[in-house]
């Protein structure tokens, strides 16, 4: 007998403890891109991207990029941190075909949660891809939340001064799916917090205000640090190549190093937007200084 070929099965939904918390990761959707090189390794030079990829038994041209948002149940409170890419795809003509669609809220629902039940939206910045299922049918598509994001961040796409040509659809995005909300955001600086046991980080360089946040319960602590880090090899172990997609690219590259630095001196996971799935991991520095990415293992299970 011959069984029939059933495709590629993965996983979308990743819940553990942290302390008293509850946090899950949830794939929202995924992009198979080309150009390794060219998009995660600006100032490389020529061979070390493709030495780079082989040492880590990665592709050196074609890469995935996920998007993953996640959810913490604080006991008290349920705070999603960003909303992915939802209808960016469907609703943009420009779009079809370049950014996939988000499944966030069919697959929070697989996992038990109503989009009623959000207490909290905690973005991370205001690109596309963390704001594109702000709104379902023209409405809040999580009808209770309230909203969280950086003044930084918020006052930079508000006043849109000085953005690059290929930003213009971003402010059009922003526009259309994050001004709208502004009577219901909070504006936050770095340190804030959104609820007890969640608080800003700063991490701009990517975006004017991005914001990572340190979710910690009963002695256990874990930083979302957002888009930081586009890509678990390039980015972590080579922090000083440029990215396009980072608007400010010497300050993410600052950002970058200090975060790397401070996850590895204190040993805390981090779950990252673009890292692979479920996206926890670790940051580990190796004997020339260099860092690296870990996936989590059973940590979180035991
Ligand atoms: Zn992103």
Request: with cysteine; hydrophobic share 40%; proline share 6%.
């Amino acid at each position: 007998m011959t069984a029939p070929m059933q495709g590629a099965l993965r996983p979308t939904l990743y819940r553990f403890k942290l302390g008293d918390f509850e946090m899950m990761t949830v794939l929202d959707s995924f992009a198979v891109r080309d150009g390794l090189g060219s998009v995660h390794a600006g100032g490389a030079k020529p061979g070390e991207v493709e030495a780079l990829a082989r040492a880590n038994n990665i592709d050196p041209n074609r890469f995935e990029h996920p998007f993953v948002p996640v959810l913490v149940n604080t006991g008290k409170q349920l705070v999603l941190f960003d909303t992915g890419n939802g209808t960016l795809a469907k609703d943009n003509e420009a779009l079809k075909g370049r950014v996939p669609d988000g499944h966030l809220v069919e697959r929070m629902a697989q996992a038990g949660y109503r989009p009623e039940d959000v207490d909290v939206v905690a973005f991370t910045h205001c690109h596309p891809d963390h704001i594109g299922a702000n709104f379902t049918g023209g409405k809040p598509t999580f009808p209770n939340a309230r909203y969280t994001l950086a003044a930084a961040e918020f006052d930079y796409w508000k006043k849109g001064e000085g953005i690059s040509e290929a930003r213009k659809p971003t402010k059009f995005q922003f526009d259309k799916l994050m001004a709208p909300l502004a009577d219901r955001c909070t504006f936050l600086n770095p340190g804030d917090e959104v609820v007890p046991g969640i608080r800003a980080v700063d991490c701009a360089g990517h975006s004017a205000g991005l914001t990572g946040y340190h979710v910690e319960s009963g002695g256990k602590r874990v930083l979302l640090w957002a888009d930081t880090c586009l890509h678990y090899v390039c980015g972590v172990q080579r922090p000083d190549w440029t990215i396009g997609f980072d608007d400010n690219q010497q300050k993410a590259v600052e950002t970058r190093k200090r975060i790397l630095k401070m996850a590895a001196a204190e040993k805390f996971m981090v779950v990252g937007f673009h890292m692979p799935f479920p996206s926890l991991g670790w940051i580990d520095t190796m004997a020339d200084g260099t860092h690296r990415w870990v996936a989590a293992g059973y940590q979180m299970n035991v």
